[in-house]
């Protein structure tokens, strides 16, 4: 792909802004950019709307299959640790500033909007340079140093959750799909079911890892299909790509009401579906099953920052959700905690209620509003 977007005449900002949108790496990073770039669109359809990452992150197919252009710049990560590499940082940033430069010239950009990633620090060097107005997203309770850097720059910043300290931050809660966020979990719950395979009248447990599923989730849930079936549960079981578990007569595994999947296009069917889900605790997710009401189970990463153990914090300290460590997630604990809270209705309803609560449903439109707002400014 070209590291420059198309030239062309710059629309005036109001109705027809020309939106440049950086961000990219991870889903992460993607679905919250598409959820606001989509409701950009409705506040403004003669919006022109330009994505920016890099050759080697999701967005490569995720931007051009949800319709949208897509540019690229070079992608420079930060060292972590000192090295020989930062030698060539200094060059590698200004490339990487230069490009973004041409491609905000370009685009005759009204706006920037950055949602975090390697590809945001150069942008918002050269949106500040050029005077282009930024407007940040921040997904996660410990920002990350791109949105750092750019909220120096501005005071249109908005995050996912309340704990997160980020310079003129205000909570507007996780842009998300309009599939996920206008789902009615009772009145779908029948349908999804049914097109998932499963009994509409049993409990139901949903079990995930995440697109690229985790492998300790999996050993813990294959060693204790017995239980779940004694307890008359159904189990949905999203294994993650390439992750499918197969018995010892490498047939795929099997057991009395469980169903397993490597993955589900939609995540809102699977929601529906679950009286119960147990899932990693990355910030899309929480913010999901908050927006949805959806009693949770949180098994954060277990590498990393921690960063996964507090996006979960606000939901379990309310009495939305549980959270084990990774290493917790036994068998013996599925079958001590899991087992008896799926049984237990009125609890789970009142899980629900608390975590619809905290949820918030309209974050893209309220970016959306900045968005537009920062344009005509």
């Known amino acids: 792909m070209s590291p420059h977007a198309p030239s062309g005449p710059s629309p005036s900002a109001g109705a027809s802004p020309s939106v440049v949108l950086a961000g990219g790496g991870t889903a992460g990073h993607i679905s919250p950019l598409l959820a606001i770039a989509r409701a950009v669109l409705d506040a403004a359809p003669g919006a022109r709307i330009l994505a920016v990452g890099t050759q080697s992150g999701m967005e490569t197919r995720l931007v051009p299959e949800a319709g949208f252009e897509l540019a690229t710049i070079d992608r420079v990560p930060l060292p972590r640790r000192p090295s020989l590499d930062l030698l060539h940082l200094p060059g590698r940033l200004l490339r990487a500033i230069r490009q973004s430069e041409r491609i905000l010239e370009d685009a005759g950009a009204d706006v920037l909007v950055g949602v975090g990633g390697y590809v945001c620090t150069p942008l918002y060097i050269a949106a500040r340079r050029r005077g282009v107005p930024i407007v940040i997203h921040e997904a996660n309770t410990r920002a990350g140093i791109a949105n750092r850097v750019g909220a120096l720059f501005t005071r249109r910043v908005g995050k996912a959750f309340d704990q ?146 507090l996006n979960a914090r606000g939901l379990v300290e309310a009495g939305a959700a549980l959270m084990v460590r990774d290493a917790g997630f036994t068998p013996d604990w599925l079958g001590g905690e899991v087992l008896p809270l799926l049984a237990d209705a009125p609890r789970l309803a009142e899980m629900s209620r608390r975590a619809a609560g905290l949820g918030i449903r309209d974050a893209d439109a309220t970016m959306a509003q900045m968005v537009m707002e920062a344009a005509q400014a």
């Open 164 to 309: 997160t300290p980020l310079r003129h931050a205000r909570l507007v809660g996780m842009p998300m799909r309009r599939e996920v966020a206008g789902l009615d979990r009772e009145s779908a719950r029948a349908a999804a079911r049914t097109a998932l395979g499963l009994d509409p009248d049993r409990p139901t447990l949903v079990v995930t890892g995440g697109s690229s599923g985790a492998a300790s989730i999996n050993r813990t849930l294959a060693a204790s299909l017995g239980r779940l079936a004694e307890a008359g549960v159904q189990t949905l079981h999203i294994t993650g790509r390439g992750k499918a578990l197969v018995g010892p007569d490498g047939e795929p595994l099997a057991a009395p009401g469980y169903r397993q999947a490597e993955y589900v296009d939609g995540m809102e069917t699977a929601y529906a579906a679950a009286d119960l889900i147990v899932c990693r605790a990355g910030a899309g997710t929480v913010c999901e099953v908050a927006a949805v009401g959806l009693p949770a189970v949180f098994v954060p990463l277990p590498i990393g920052n921690g960063e996964q153990a």
